[in-house]
């Protein structure tokens, strides 16, 4: 009987069935611990039908990756509403972004948890859509200083700073939030705008904070040259007097 279930299932509608229990087994447990028995019971198929879709566990895991990965870029671009002012795109963003991965929790361990440390295949499809969520924001940074002053001073690698260090107080307060019973996603928006919007609001503005002058280093005290010694007296001549 349920082999006949599994049959009458289309094959895309059993296969995103099939991902859906990994992604919950691998952000639970990581890849190490997961184990294919569990993501097929979960899934409710035979564990040779997860192997016969998707091949093994690493092919396995990195579907999941790829999907989960397009997942969240899309969320954070469709957040982001155009004609708001810089810090209300900014807003949105985030708004988007911590939804997301609160809806989420079992896919977000698995991408900033688990895909990073087990391999460097895994890794580097998470710096991918690293990269392309950090080139969205970069967009955002410099497209809101060029809306604030028309002559923008930002240089193209200040901006690319910019938005690596908000991507990653962004991703460490996901992680905060996760672990925090009561924190929403607006609360954990709100926390990152208070955070990072008071210096970049002023910096869209032309007004950037600059460090305080460096004290000038007194000079070193020039030591005294060694005092020659005295000249010895000459000797008295023999029988003179």
């Known amino acids: 009987m349920g082999a006949g279930k599994t049959k009458r299932m289309p094959r895309a509608v059993r296969e995103q069935q099939m991902l859906d229990a990994a992604v919950s087994v691998f952000g639970r447990r990581g890849y190490m611990a997961a184990s294919m028995d569990e993501i097929a019971e979960l899934a409710g198929v035979s564990k040779p039908l997860v192997y016969l879709y998707l091949n093994s566990k690493d092919d396995l895991f990195s579907a999941c990756i790829g999907r989960e990965a397009r997942a969240l870029t899309e969320a954070v671009r469709a957040g982001v509403r ?4 810089a810090d209300g795109q900014l807003w949105s963003g985030l708004r988007a972004f911590f939804s997301h991965t609160a809806r989420h929790p079992d896919a977000w361990r698995m991408l900033h948890l688990h895909a990073r440390t087990h391999g460097e295949r895994f890794a580097a499809e998470v710096a991918a859509m690293r990269a392309e969520i950090v080139a969205f924001v970069t967009q955002l940074i410099a497209a809101a200083a060029r809306d604030a002053h028309r002559d923008p001073h930002l240089p193209e690698g ?3 700073g910019l938005a690596e260090a908000l991507v990653g107080a962004a991703e460490s307060l996901a ?4 672990a925090t019973e009561g924190v929403t996603a607006k609360q954990a928006a709100a926390t990152l705008m208070n955070f990072a919007w008071a210096g970049l609001g002023d910096l869209m503005t032309g007004r950037p904070w600059t460090p305080p002058e460096e004290p000038q280093p007194e000079p ?3 030591p005294d040259p060694a005092p020659r010694a005295a000249p010895s007296p000459a000797p008295v001549a023999q029988g003179a007097g």
């Open 220 to 222: 070193e005290p020039v």
């Open 158 to 160: 200040e901006v690319v």
């Open 175 to 178: 992680d905060w939030a996760g």
């Open 82 to 85: 155009p004609g708001l002012s």
